[in-house]
């Protein structure tokens, strides 16, 4: 097991054991937070005013710069104003080093308890916490800085630098970094730290930022104050938001939206959860994906902050873990490379034995990958917790409007006018959106009330409900057609019985009800999310897995309508833009081309 990265010295003080540097002064970490950071930006007069405001760092450590400007802004937050935090972190110390650390100062408990109840893991990649109490949003990238900040779509209003010393950690002052601290800058951005490196000055002024010495902190004869060139941003009123779909993906764009300060209006044409959300249950799990590039990447991500998010509905979790059995020769290595991957926490996954795997389902099985973290949910109480309340009504064209749009229903009456829709149909995204590149895919599931049993998926699956299981499902590409056909519970069944005779055993005699509906799939097997034209977005081609994939982007959906920082990393984010179909297209014509000439 790797060392922790902190350790506490003789007086309490936690120093770095890599770089062997003090997290904070000696003369008192939160007085030098406040005086070389807070005031060295200019807060609170900074964000007066604000409706978003955005502040990055180099340096997560203990949170301590976090929680002090947490409290400032709590105290001085401009009306309606949000407060969005990005921080780095290479290499991050548990929750229990940062309690241990942060007890220093019991004025900042309230704080500290909050952040501490949603640390950060180790998984490589950008972690989010929300603090609805302080209208707060914080971003921690788990990765090298250079990394981070290209990964990073945001502009920061302001920055703290507080990487370890640039004499034992030279790598966070490099020249590629500071010039991604200019470039990741809003006009007028102001920077604070405590070094007056020579290396540093020179890198920051070398792109355009306005470098000055002012007094140090404690110890420190001399500090920065850097300003980036440019006036500061001016925000606007918020603007109308209407989502038009009541399934997952409505629900998860209307909850972070909220999240960022602004209402918006759902439309549904049925009631909320008529289509694909309205199954009794939805398994949480992430697709497993060997390759560990940018698909993989994106399944970990999404599934870590559904994990999340679904924690804090505890009366939706109906059960927690799964198991994926091998179905394939190679499946044991794929998933023995994926555990050992940093793309999850540590030992969230892990590779059972048959033995092992059969006492988790109570018959023969193969071998299989534990997934702790999985969850079965009710999807019914995530719409409920999630939707704000919807109004019914078949929104059957839209309309341009200005600068906006006009939601038209089906006798040409106005439902709406609104900023930005966005569209949340799932399989019927082409309705509203005719270029839409959905693949419908009809699915039925078989239901039993009584017996139960664990979450278990091979190339069906199995999953407890409140009342029993659930067991299947079908997938027939291209069929639209969602009445229940026996011949696919008797297909359902067909597949149980061959994978676990005796739980199938077990249902005899047993009424099997059955729902079909149809999924929203696309050819690369990727979703669709992001702007389609100007203030227009969509959420959608989501497959099997909208329970998994949509709280995420969701928020990233919400974060680029509204000009907030994104929580999904710039190279995830493309491979899910809804233009990437035109843009192949588009290059396989100048390739022929080329050929042709």
Same mark, same amino acid.
């Given at each position: 097991?790797?060392?922790?990265?902190?350790?506490?010295?003789?007086?309490?003080?936690?120093?770095?054991?890599?770089?062997?540097?003090?997290?904070?002064?000696?003369?008192?970490?939160?007085?030098?937070?406040?005086?070389?950071?807070?005031?060295?930006?200019?807060?609170?007069?900074?964000?007066?005013?604000?409706?978003?405001?955005?502040?990055?760092?180099?340096?997560?450590?203990?949170?301590?710069?976090?929680?002090?400007?947490?409290?400032?802004?709590?105290?001085?937050?401009?009306?309606?104003?949000?407060?969005?935090?990005? &921080?780095?972190?290479?290499?991050?110390? &548990?929750?229990?080093?940062?309690?241990?650390?942060?007890?220093?100062?019991?004025?900042?408990?309230?704080? &500290?308890?909050?952040?501490?109840?949603?640390?950060?893991?180790?998984?490589?990649?950008?972690?989010?916490?929300?603090?609805?109490?302080?209208?707060?949003?914080?971003?921690?990238?788990?990765?090298?800085?250079?990394?981070?900040?290209?990964?990073?779509?945001?502009?920061?209003?302001?920055?703290?630098?507080?990487?370890?010393?640039?004499?034992?950690?030279?790598?966070?002052?490099?020249?590629?970094?500071?010039?991604?601290?200019?470039?990741?800058?809003?006009?007028?951005?102001?920077?604070?730290?405590?070094?007056?490196?020579?290396?540093?000055?020179?890198?920051?002024?070398?792109?355009?930022?306005?470098?000055?010495?002012?007094?140090?902190?404690?110890?420190?004869?001399?500090?920065?104050?850097?300003?980036?060139?440019?006036?500061?941003?001016?925000?606007?009123?918020?603007?109308?938001?209407?989502?038009?779909?009541?399934?997952?993906? *409505?629900?998860?764009?209307?909850?972070?939206?909220?999240?960022?300060?602004?209402?918006?209006?759902?439309?549904?044409?049925?009631?909320?959860?008529?289509?694909?959300?309205?199954?009794?249950?939805?398994?949480?799990?992430?697709?497993?994906?060997?390759?560990?590039?940018?698909?993989?990447?994106?399944?970990?991500?999404?599934?870590?902050?559904?994990?999340?998010?679904?924690?804090?509905?505890?009366?939706?979790?109906?059960?927690?873990?799964?198991?994926?059995?091998?179905?394939?020769?190679?499946?044991?290595?794929?998933?023995?490379?994926?555990?050992?991957?940093?793309?999850?926490?540590?030992?969230?996954?892990?590779?059972?034995?048959?033995?092992?795997?059969?006492?988790?389902?109570?018959?023969?099985?193969?071998?299989?990958?534990?997934?702790?973290?999985?969850?079965?949910?009710?999807?019914?109480?995530?719409?409920?917790?999630?939707?704000?309340?919807?109004?019914?009504?078949?929104?059957?064209?839209?309309?341009?409007?200005?600068?906006?749009?006009?939601?038209?229903?089906?006798?040409?009456?106005?439902?709406?006018?609104?900023?930005?829709?966005?569209?949340?149909? @799932?399989?019927?995204?082409?309705?509203?959106w005719p270029e839409a590149p959905i693949v419908p895919v009809r699915g039925q599931l078989s239901l039993v009330d009584g017996p139960s049993a664990p979450a278990v998926a091979w190339s069906a699956y199995v999953a407890p409900t409140r009342t029993g299981l659930v067991f299947g499902a079908t997938y027939d590409r291209g069929e639209t057609d969602a009445a229940p056909r026996q011949a696919d519970d008797e297909r359902n069944l067909a597949a149980l019985t061959d994978r676990f005779p005796r739980l199938a055993a077990r249902l005899a005699g047993r009424a099997i009800g059955s729902r079909a509906s149809i999924r929203a799939a696309t050819a690369d097997q990727a979703p669709l999310v992001g702007a389609v034209a100007p203030g227009l977005?969509?959420?959608?081609?989501?497959?099997?897995?909208?329970?998994?994939?949509?709280?995420?982007?969701?928020?990233?959906?919400?974060?680029?309508?509204? @000009?907030?920082?994104?929580?999904?990393?710039?190279?995830?984010?493309?491979?899910?833009?809804? *233009?990437?179909?035109?843009?192949?297209?588009?290059?396989?014509?100048?390739?022929?081309?080329?050929?042709?000439?």
């Amino acid at each position: 097991m790797d060392e922790p990265p902190v350790i506490f010295d003789a007086d309490g003080l936690p120093r770095s054991r890599r770089y062997g540097d003090v997290y904070f002064s000696r003369e008192g970490g939160l007085a030098e937070s406040r005086a070389v950071f807070l005031a060295g930006c200019d807060m609170p007069a900074r964000w007066a005013g604000r409706r978003y405001f955005t502040v990055a760092e180099l340096g997560f450590g203990t949170g301590l710069n976090i929680a002090a400007l947490l409290e400032l802004w709590r105290a001085h937050r401009p009306p309606c104003g949000h407060l969005s935090i990005f &921080s780095i972190e290479a290499d991050p110390m &548990s929750a229990e080093a940062a309690g241990r650390a942060l007890a220093a100062w019991p004025d900042l408990a309230p704080i &500290s308890e909050a952040m501490l109840a949603r640390w950060p893991g180790r998984r490589a990649g950008f972690h989010r916490a929300e603090f609805p109490d302080f209208s707060a949003t914080l971003d921690v990238a788990i990765l090298d800085a250079a990394a981070a900040l290209k990964a990073w779509d945001g502009r920061a209003d302001a920055w703290f630098l507080d990487g370890f010393s640039p004499a034992v950690n030279p790598d966070m002052w490099r020249d590629e970094v500071m010039a991604l601290v200019a470039v990741r800058s809003a006009p007028a951005a102001r920077i604070a730290t405590y070094t007056v490196a020579g290396q540093v000055r020179r890198a920051l002024a070398a792109n355009g930022l306005t470098v000055e010495r002012r007094p140090g902190f404690g110890a420190k004869r001399e500090r920065l104050e850097v300003i980036a060139p440019g006036e500061a941003t001016v925000d606007g009123a918020p603007p109308r938001v209407a989502i038009v779909g009541a399934g997952i993906a *409505g629900a998860a764009l209307a909850r972070a939206f909220g999240a960022l300060g602004v209402t918006a209006r759902v439309f549904e044409m049925a009631r909320p959860g008529a289509g694909a959300s309205g199954n009794p249950v939805a398994t949480v799990t992430p697709r497993l994906d060997a390759g560990l590039a940018a698909p993989a990447q994106l399944h970990a991500h999404a599934f870590a902050r559904a994990v999340r998010l679904y924690a804090d509905i505890p009366d939706a979790i109906v059960a927690r873990g799964a198991l994926q059995l091998d179905s394939l020769p190679r499946d044991a290595h794929r998933f023995a490379k994926i555990a050992a991957s940093d793309l999850f926490e540590p030992e969230a996954l892990a590779p059972l034995t048959p033995e092992a795997a059969s006492d988790v389902v109570g018959e023969p099985a193969p071998a299989a990958l534990a997934i702790r973290d999985a969850l079965v949910i009710d999807p019914a109480t995530i719409l409920v917790a999630w939707l704000p309340a919807v109004e019914i009504g078949h929104v059957a064209e839209l309309a341009p409007a200005g600068d906006g749009w006009r939601l038209v229903g089906t006798t040409g009456e106005t439902l709406a006018e609104a900023d930005i829709v966005c569209l949340a149909t @799932g399989a019927a995204l082409s309705a509203l959106w005719p270029e839409a590149p959905i693949v419908p895919v009809r699915g039925q599931l078989s239901l039993v009330d009584g017996p139960s049993a664990p979450a278990v998926a091979w190339s069906a699956y199995v999953a407890p409900t409140r009342t029993g299981l659930v067991f299947g499902a079908t997938y027939d590409r291209g069929e639209t057609d969602a009445a229940p056909r026996q011949a696919d519970d008797e297909r359902n069944l067909a597949a149980l019985t061959d994978r676990f005779p005796r739980l199938a055993a077990r249902l005899a005699g047993r009424a099997i009800g059955s729902r079909a509906s149809i999924r929203a799939a696309t050819a690369d097997q990727a979703p669709l999310v992001g702007a389609v034209a100007p203030g227009l977005m969509v959420l959608g081609g989501l497959g099997s897995r909208g329970f998994t994939l949509a709280p995420l982007l969701a928020e990233h959906v919400a974060a680029m309508a509204l @000009g907030a920082p994104s929580p999904l990393p710039m190279q995830l984010a493309r491979i899910v833009a809804p *233009g990437r179909f035109a843009e192949r297209a588009r290059r396989r014509g100048l390739a022929v081309g080329g050929e042709a000439v």
